[in-house]
C-alpha cells in the first residue's frame, strides 16, 4: 500500500490529492483540464469537511504545517479555485470570461 | 446606510463639468497616443512599485516602463534610501539588470563588458579601464529618476525636473490615506493580463460600478449597494485636482455563496487589521494616470488591491492587479483571503473580455461619443483631466 499523503482524520479524501497543488496556476490548471462532473465529485466531497479541516488546521502553527497538514491546506484552495464555478457559474457554458489561463499569476 | 439613492447627485454636486457626450476618439488614435506618452507618461508621477517589491537594503526591482521607452531599477541602497536609476550601462547603454527583482550583493554587473555598480548607482569597476580614455568613474554612475515613496508606495518622474513634489502631486489622496495600515498588509498575489486595448478603455472599464449589476451578474451582481429599481449608488464621489475618488457600500443582505458563507462562519481567528481611513466600504481611488488604489472592508480584516494599467501600444495594455492582505496567522484566514482573491480575479477575467470588446467597437467609430450617466462622473472626469494635459481632441 502506498504511504498515506494526508492526516489520518482525511484519509477518506486522498482520491483527490491530485488537487493539493502548491500554486495558483497549478490549481487553475487542474481546474481547466476536468471535466464538470469530475470538479463537483471533488467540491462535494472536500466542502462538508471544511469546517474539520480548518479546526484540524488550526491546531498548528500557520507558518510552520506539517508536510501532511500542508498539503490538505492546499485541497482547500483547490476547493476556493473551483467553488466560484460550482456555486455561482454552476457551468461552464455559463463562463462569459477570457481563458483563465491568459491571466497570468505571479506569486 | 448611508448612501443616498436619487438620481443625478454627483452633477449636482459638480455641475461646472457638464453632463454631454464625450468624445472616444482619443481611445484609439495613435496620434493621441503620442502626445500622451510626451506630455503625461514623462512629466508626472508614476507608480511604478511598492516598498515590498524590495525589502532589504541592497534589493532591486525592475520597471520596464514601455510607454516612456525606459526600463528602470529601483534599488534599496544599503543604508536603506529607496533610489531610481535608468537601467542602462554608462559604458554603451546595454541593459545591466535583466531580472525583474533580486539584490545588489557585491553589485550591479553589466553582462555585456562587466562594468560594475554598487547598491547607490555608483560606477565602481570597469574591466580594462587603463585602456580608456580620461574615463572619470565618478562622473559615470546609472543616470537617476526622480523617485520618491509615499506610503511604501515608490512613484518615478522621468522629467528632470519635475514641476511638483510627489506630495502635492498626491494631493487630496494623501491627505485622506496617510497613516492608513498600509505596512500591515502584504502583497499575496499578482496578475497580469496583456490585452488588445487602449489603457484608457480598461481604465474606464473599472471606474464605474453601473456593469456590476449586468456584465458580472453572476459572481457579484448584487453586492454593492442598489436603488428600489436594482441599479448601483455610490455612497461618495470626489473629484481631487487630478484624482478621482468613489465609494460604495455592500448590500446589507448580500447572498452569500455556500463557501463564502461557511468561510464566515469557521474563520476562528478574530477581528484584524482595520482601514479608519475607508469612506464607505469599498473606496476605489483613480491616481492619474494609470494607477488604482481600492481599500475594501471584509468581515474580519480589511484589505486592498491596487491596478496598474500599463501602456505598450495605443491598441495594447498590461493590466497589472496586485491583491494585499495583513499577513494571514491561521489556515481559516488564509482560505478567506483566497477566496475574495479567486472571487475577484474571475469577475477581472470577464472584465478582459469586455476590454478588448470595448476596443473594437470604438475602433470602429461607429460612434463617436460615450454617454455617461451621473455614476460614471469620474470617468467623465478623467477624461477632462486627460485633455487639459494632453489636449482635446482634434486641436492637440
Keep these: ?107 | 446606510m448611508k448612501t443616498l439613492l436619487r438620481n443625478k447627485q454627483w452633477a449636482e454636486k459638480y455641475p461646472e463639468l457638464g453632463t454631454g457626450p464625450v468624445a472616444a476618439e482619443s481611445c484609439v488614435s495613435p496620434e493621441y497616443y503620442e502626445l500622451e506618452r510626451e506630455r503625461v507618461f514623462r512629466r508626472t508621477w508614476i507608480n511604478v512599485c511598492r516598498t515590498d517589491d524590495l525589502p532589504e537594503p541592497g534589493d532591486f526591482f525592475v520597471r520596464d516602463l514601455k510607454v516612456c521607452d525606459a526600463s528602470l531599477l529601483i534599488m534599496r541602497g544599503k543604508d536603506g534610501v529607496v533610489r531610481g536609476f535608468h537601467n542602462v550601462c554608462s559604458h554603451r547603454s546595454n541593459m545591466v539588470v535583466t531580472k525583474e527583482k533580486g539584490a545588489c550583493g557585491t553589485g550591479l554587473f553589466c553582462p555585456f563588458h562587466n562594468w560594475q555598480y554598487n547598491d547607490k548607482g555608483e560606477l565602481v569597476g570597469v574591466p580594462d579601464e587603463e585602456n580608456f580614455f580620461d574615463l572619470d568613474k565618478s562622473r559615470h554612475g546609472l543616470t537617476p529618476v526622480n523617485t520618491d515613496v509615499w506610503q511604501g508606495f515608490v512613484f518615478v518622474h522621468l522629467d528632470p525636473q519635475p514641476d511638483e513634489s510627489l506630495r502635492d502631486y498626491l494631493g487630496e489622496v494623501a491627505e485622506r490615506l496617510d497613516g492608513g495600515p498600509f505596512e500591515e498588509l502584504a502583497c499575496l498575489q499578482t496578475y497580469k493580463c496583456e490585452e488588445r486595448t487602449n489603457w484608457k478603455i480598461a481604465l474606464d472599464a473599472q471606474n464605474e460600478v453601473y456593469h456590476l449589476p449586468f456584465q458580472h451578474q453572476r459572481l457579484i451582481g448584487h453586492t454593492f449597494l442598489l436603488n428600489e429599481k436594482n441599479h448601483t449608488r455610490v455612497l461618495e464621489v470626489e473629484l481631487y485636482k487630478r484624482h478621482t475618488l468613489w465609494s460604495c457600500e455592500f448590500v446589507p443582505d448580500f447572498k452569500l455563496s455556500p463557501l463564502e458563507e461557511l468561510l464566515g462562519k469557521i474563520d476562528s481567528g478574530g477581528e484584524g487589521v482595520r482601514i479608519p481611513q475607508l469612506v464607505g466600504e469599498f473606496d476605489f481611488y483613480v491616481l492619474f494616470p494609470n494607477t488604482v488604489i481600492i481599500l475594501f472592508r471584509g468581515p474580519l480584516e480589511d484589505g486592498m488591491v491596487t491596478y496598474n494599467f500599463w501602456p505598450l501600444a495605443v491598441d495594447r495594455t498590461i493590466w497589472e492587479v496586485r491583491y494585499y492582505f495583513p499577513s494571514a496567522e491561521s489556515a481559516g484566514r488564509r482560505i478567506g483571503q483566497e477566496f475574495f482573491k479567486c472571487l475577484i480575479r474571475d469577475v477581472q477575467q470577464e472584465d478582459s473580455v469586455a476590454h478588448e470588446a470595448l476596443y473594437r467597437g470604438i475602433l470602429s467609430r461607429a460612434k463617436p461619443h460615450f454617454q455617461f450617466q451621473d455614476e460614471e462622473i469620474t470617468i467623465r472626469y478623467f477624461h477632462k483631466v486627460l485633455e487639459d494635459h494632453v489636449g482635446s481632441f482634434g486641436n492637440a
Excluded at chain 1, 483540464?33 to 479541516?53: C, K
Design chain 1, 1 to 107: 500500500m502506498s504511504e498515506l499523503t494526508l492526516p489520518a482524520a482525511f484519509v477518506d479524501l486522498e482520491p483527490f490529492i491530485a488537487w493539493a497543488l502548491e500554486r495558483e496556476r497549478e490549481r487553475t490548471e487542474q481546474r481547466e483540464a476536468s471535466t464538470m462532473d469530475e470538479i463537483r465529485i471533488f467540491y462535494d466531497a472536500v466542502f462538508p469537511r471544511m469546517e474539520e479541516i480548518v479546526a484540524h488546521l488550526d491546531g498548528f502553527a500557520f507558518d510552520a504545517l506539517p508536510e501532511k497538514e500542508h498539503r490538505l491546506f492546499l485541497l482547500t484552495l483547490s476547493l476556493v479555485e473551483v467553488s466560484n464555478l460550482v456555486e455561482r457559474y454552476k457551468r461552464r457554458e455559463a463562463v462569459t470570461a477570457i481563458s483563465p489561463l491568459d491571466y497570468s499569476s505571479v506569486q
